[in-house]
């Protein structure tokens, strides 16, 4: 090779590795992932007059009802009649009979846009609140995680379309067109079906899983109409795609002659209808900008589908091949394209984890972003064998002029592809577990413990009520469920108490919390819970009657993160 060529190559890698740089340290916005609560009304821990008809939740995205998923309960944990709808971004609940002064809880479970279930719960009160209330409330988000069976099942389906994929279009691009590779293709075919029937397997399996999830219903349920009926259109497109473009590919696959250029176009036209679909569903649908980032993940898909196909098939077809020239000639072009899905794969790679991630922090606080780490490392390794296949390998196979010579080379190529191949298989299954988990940090995802469960910083502020000195305190400072606590001492130092409880509220400008729900903690010390639906600057507003004529009020601003 000239030095010119060397040094393009070498500016080529230092270009890829500056985008991806770029890609990952550049700036994003934090990824929504779940949909995220904004407010409700009534507010939580309200005290109303008279019963609402209707209790309305806003969410800051599209959600999507499930089959009584939604629960009213009065406190003697008898059940409320009630009747819920989604409109795009609200869920509305009716109050179908009439309630008795006293505390009510809504427990809550949706569908966010991106196909992961969310839950929580709502509890306010009529007349006054009850002195005890006999419904729990603290795993109203329970079964929001996904499975292991469906982690393992989507892996198994992701295998299966990338190898079938890869191989038919293998088979179709890159094995010479002469009847010397006729023996390759006819290897290859039934290779390309069995993997295409695992897919299909894998995919359809996901379906009632799936199901089961979103809606957190026992395995009996699968059998209900109304299961079936709750998922989302795309839960069913997106299979029904994947096995239809499989199927018109290995059918479209010749057994044995080189395929006509009509057959080359089915055969490849199946392969990106199938891997294509998968991106049509998932965290890509909640990203921004969301043509891009699916159009990223599309090729990202084909890139790695062409990667394992492509070394499986090698495995496969080279030592029939290693008896002439095409040997060679197939592993050149492979190694061709290698390089450049390699590029695909990389930047692509980055860019859905920049998007879907959303920050450092999502990376390493998050089961998702530490799974991630464990795909790339994976990925790594893969791409350490295929450096070592291409720079070192693959020259000695080519430098070898006579038959006889190019047994040992051969043999150590397709050990290395196929370990190459079981790396990506790995980090296929890595991702089928990703396809379900959140990219939200653990904190976001405490959203139905008590924050003083939270391990994040606090923040306070001080603040003068005329002769009475209070400290205001926020923790956790992070969005999420935290605690606003005051604490009041009079000169002396003293707890102290006004001539009424303190009121706290807090408002952002865009989202007003209402009045927080405050309980004594001890002389002089209140605290109430709130959910934070975003970051920002929060201002808190102080209002205590000192005597019975005075009521200063003061507001101090915590900036979260």
């Known amino acids: 090779m000239t030095r010119r060529g060397k040094g393009r190559r070498t500016g080529s890698w230092l270009l890829l590795l500056a985008v991806v740089c770029a890609l990952l340290l550049g700036p994003a916005n934090s990824a929504a992932a779940h949909a995220t609560l904004l407010s409700t009304d009534p507010a939580e821990g309200a005290v109303l007059d008279a019963a609402p008809e209707r209790v309305t939740f806003t969410f800051n995205e599209s959600v999507i009802g499930v089959p009584a998923g939604i629960k009213v309960f009065d406190a003697t944990g008898d059940e409320v009649d009630s009747s819920a709808s989604v409109r795009e971004s609200q869920l509305l609940v009716d109050l179908d009979e009439e309630v008795a002064d006293g505390t009510l809880v809504v427990l809550w479970r949706l569908v966010s846009e991106d196909g992961h279930p969310i839950g929580g719960s709502l509890t306010f009160a009529v007349g006054a609140p009850s002195d005890v209330v006999d419904v729990q409330t603290t795993g109203a988000d329970a079964g929001t995680d996904a499975p292991v069976l469906l982690g393992l099942v989507r892996g198994l389906g992701y295998v299966g379309l990338l190898l079938a994929a890869g191989v038919a279009a ?5 094995l010479p067109r002469d009847r010397g590779a006729d023996r390759s293709r006819t290897r290859l075919r039934p290779v390309a079906r069995v993997a295409a029937g695992v897919a299909a397997l894998g995919w359809l ?11 957190g219903l026992p395995a009996s349920a699968i059998t209900d109409g109304s299961t079936w009926s709750s998922l989302a ?8 795609a994947v096995v239809a473009g499989l ?13 006509s250029r009509t057959r080359s176009v089915l055969v490849l036209a199946g392969c990106v209808l199938a891997v294509a679909a998968p991106a049509l569903t998932g965290h890509t649908r909640a990203t921004t900008p969301e043509a891009l980032v699916i159009g990223v993940d599309v090729l990202h898909l084909a890139a790695g589908s062409l990667w394992l196909g492509g070394l499986v098939a090698i495995a496969l077809v080279l030592g029939d091949l290693a008896r002439g020239d095409s040997g060679a000639v197939v592993l050149g072009r492979f190694s061709t394209w290698a390089a450049g899905m ?11 984890a920049w998007r879907i991630a959303g920050s450092w922090d999502a990376l390493l606080d998050s089961g998702y972003g530490a799974l991630l780490l464990v795909k790339v490392l994976a990925a790594l390794v893969a791409i350490a064998l295929a450096a070592w296949n291409r720079f070192s390998l693959l020259p000695r196979l080519r430098g070898a002029t006579r038959r006889r010579d190019r047994g040992a080379p051969a043999t150590l190529v397709v050990r290395t592809a196929l370990a190459e191949a079981g790396v990506l298989v790995v980090v296929l299954f890595i991702t089928g577990f990703l396809v379900d988990r959140s990219p939200e940090t653990d904190v976001a995802l405490a959203a139905g413990q008590s924050a003083g469960e939270s391990a994040g910083e606090s923040a306070s502020e001080p603040v003068q009520l ?19 606590t005051i604490e009041m001492t009079d000169a002396a130092g003293e707890p102290a108490e006004g001539y009424e409880a303190p009121r706290l509220s807090l408002t952002n400008g865009d989202v007003d919390l209402g009045a927080v729900q405050l309980g004594s903690l001890g002389p002089g010390v209140y605290a109430g819970d709130v959910l934070l639906p975003t970051g920002g600057e929060w201002e808190v507003q102080v209002s205590l009657r000192t005597t019975e004529f005075d009521n200063p009020v003061q507001t101090v601003t915590f900036r979260v993160p």
Do not use: K, M, N
């Open 170 to 174: 293998f088979s179709v691009l890159l």
């Open 205 to 215: 399996l996901a379906v009632p899983l799936v199901a089961l999830y979103q809606l």
């Open 233 to 240: 259109l795309a839960e069913y497109i997106v299979p029904a």
């Open 247 to 259: 199927a018109l590919a290995v059918v479209a696959l010749p057994s044995s002659a080189a395929p």
């Open 342 to 352: 390699l590029a695909v794969l990389v930047v692509a790679g980055s860019f859905l």
């Open 466 to 484: 005329d002769d009475i000195s209070a400290q205001i305190t926020l923790d956790p400072l992070e969005v999420g469920p935290a605690t606003v």
